[in-house]
T-cell receptor, first 113, second 114 residues
Framework: DGGITQSPKYLFRKEGQNVTLSCEQN?????MYWYRQDPGQGLRLIYY???????QKGDIAEGYSVSREKKESFPLTVTSAQKNPTAFYLC????????????FGQGTRLTVV | GDSVTQMEGPVTLSEEAFLTINCTYT??????LFWYVQYPGEGLQLLLK?????DKGSNKGFEATYRKETTSFHLEKGSVQVSDSAVYFC?????????????FGQGTTLQVKP
């Protein structure tokens, strides 16, 4: 079955550590996105990529980094510079950036301990 | 900039009641509009969409009409079920640059009681 897979589902991080969240899709989509969700709030865009080897900052990119070395993969690293990383992280993909119907993964819940 | 505003929740209804969740937007250009649903602990699923003025999106008994004159995209369902309990997000596709970025409202929690 085609889809978008995020791992792990739950992740715990100690303060000062970097962690990487995985996002893989087998939908052959060009565009991929990372959103952050906080309780009682909508989703906010962290980074997005419209094509392999290219990505742009979203609205809240500070303290995060990404790479897009392969079409199917768009990992997100939460660095120690992110002061409030505890949140639910959602990855999404779309056929291309002009096709606005996005498909979402199941999310990763990151908790700083 | 572009923005989406949803009615505050939670919304609590009895089974078979009529549902309306209000959504209004501010945007440049001609955005596409979406409703997504999120069940507890899960990602978002596309519920319905509309890509131009006066379009009606529909799915699983839910409907929403793209009203450009009132910049609204209200979600309705004639008879809700317990299984409809979830968080509903209204969203628009960023109107410029064809980036595919989505701008979300804050979400409305719906609780349906038997």
């Amino acid at each position: 079955d085609g889809g978008i897979t995020q791992s792990p589902k739950y992740l715990f991080r100690k303060e000062g550590q970097n962690v990487t969240l995985s996002c893989e899709q087998n939908l052959n989509h060009d565009a991929m996105y990372w959103y952050r969700q906080d309780p009682g709030q909508g989703l906010r865009l962290i980074y997005y990529s419209q094509i392999v080897n290219d990505f742009q900052k979203g609205d809240i990119a500070e303290g995060y980094s990404v790479s897009r070395e392969k079409k199917e993969s768009f990992p997100l690293t939460v660095t120690s510079a992110q002061k409030n990383p505890t949140a639910f992280y959602l990855c999404a993909s779309a056929r291309d950036s002009r096709n606005t119907e996005a498909f979402f993964g199941q999310g990763t819940r990151l908790t700083v301990v | 900039g572009d923005s989406v505003t949803q009615m505050e929740g939670p919304v609590t209804l009895s089974e078979e009641a009529f549902l309306t969740i209000n959504c209004t937007y501010t945007a440049t250009g001609y955005p596409s509009l979406f409703w997504y649903v999120q069940y507890p602990g899960e990602g978002l699923q596309l519920l319905l969409k509309a890509t131009k003025a006066d379009d009606k999106g529909s799915n699983k008994g839910f409907e929403a009409t793209y009203r450009k004159e009132t910049t609204s995209f209200h979600l309705e369902k004639g008879s809700v079920q317990v299984s409809d309990s979830a968080v509903y997000f209204c969203a628009l596709a960023h109107g410029s640059g064809n980036t595919g970025k989505l701008i979300f409202g804050q979400g409305t929690t719906l609780q349906v009681k038997p």
